[in-house]
């Protein structure tokens, strides 16, 4: 019988610690006043994260087409995610205008 390797405990651990954490936060933001402003932020950060993050391993890295495919599946994700945010945070006013 294998043994229970404690560094994967511990990861498993704190995987499902975030996962509560990051949950009730989310809970507590939707249902505040700051929701829809906190949200598009968010993803806006997540947005520039998957295209700069993408574009990045796509020049750095000389990977096969398939790996290459799935890389430029993220950035279109990114480029999506950031332009449903920001189409909502303008027609939603906030820019003060």
């Known amino acids: 019988m ?3 390797d404690t ?13 509560t954490f990051a ?3 989310t809970r507590r933001v939707f249902f505040s ?6 949200v598009d932020y968010w993803a806006f950060a997540a947005g520039i994260f998957l295209m700069g993050e993408g574009l990045w391993k796509i020049f750095n890295y ?3 087409f398939l790996i290459n495919f799935f890389r430029l599946l993220r950035i ?3 480029v999506c995610i ?5 189409l909502q ?3 939603d006013n906030r820019l003060g205008g």
């Open 23 to 25: 949950f009730f936060m």
């Open 82 to 86: 950031f332009t449903i945010h920001l």
């Open 62 to 64: 000389n990977d096969t």
């Open 2 to 4: 294998k043994s229970f």
């Open 76 to 78: 279109s994700t990114g």
């Open 33 to 38: 006043a700051s929701g829809p402003i906190v």
């Open 7 to 19: 560094s994967k405990g511990l990861l498993l651990s704190s995987a499902v610690l975030i996962c």
């Open 89 to 91: 945070f303008v027609r």
